[in-house]
């Protein structure tokens, strides 16, 4: 009877230790898939924020070529007025120009650096959770 009792138990231990495990399984399952939930947030966030950095930029863009176009006549109105020939000074105007929309440009690219879209809050949980679930398994 004794050896049929320890096989009883054992069988039920077993049972138990299965149930967990896959009570576990389950529980990470789930966390894994709200942390991909949560990535494809903190991304589609992130991206929202690169269109309104692109719509700025073109709204800066539109807005600030008149104000550029009139500062450089007024620049090279004023070199000519100062002796300098017109080619000359309408060239160094224009290099101004050249200068600031360069940037302009490096402050956007700047802006849209894929490496910012990555979501690092999510890719830290996930670490914490596998760590976690390597700590559970052992």
Same mark, same amino acid.
């Given at each position: ?7 009883? $138990? /054992? *069988? ?5 230790? /299965? $149930? ?5 399984? /389950? ?5 894994? *898939?709200?942390?991909?939930? %949560? ?23 539109? %807005?600030?070529?008149?104000?550029? !176009?009139?500062?450089?006549?007024? %620049? ?8 300098? /020939? *017109?080619?000359?000074?309408?060239? $160094? ?5 050249? !200068? ?13 650096? !894929? ?9 830290? *949980? ?13």
């Amino acid at each position: 009877m004794s050896i049929e009792h320890d096989i009883k $138990t /054992s *069988q039920g231990e077993f049972r138990v230790i /299965s $149930t967990l495990l896959g009570d576990t399984m /389950s529980q990470f399952a789930k966390l894994f *898939q709200n942390e991909m939930d %949560l990535a494809k947030a903190e991304v589609g966030d992130k991206l929202q924020k690169r269109g309104g950095a692109l719509g700025l930029i073109a709204g800066g863009a539109v %807005l600030v070529v008149p104000a550029i !176009v009139m500062a450089l006549f007024a %620049l090279s109105a004023a070199l000519i007025a100062a002796g300098w /020939s *017109q080619p000359v000074s309408y060239l $160094t105007s224009a290099f101004i120009a050249a !200068v600031i929309a360069a940037l302009f440009f490096a402050v956007g690219i700047n802006r849209l650096d !894929v490496r910012n879209l990555a979501p690092r809050e999510t890719i830290g *949980q996930l670490e914490k959770d596998k760590d976690t679930m390597k700590g559970m398994v052992r």
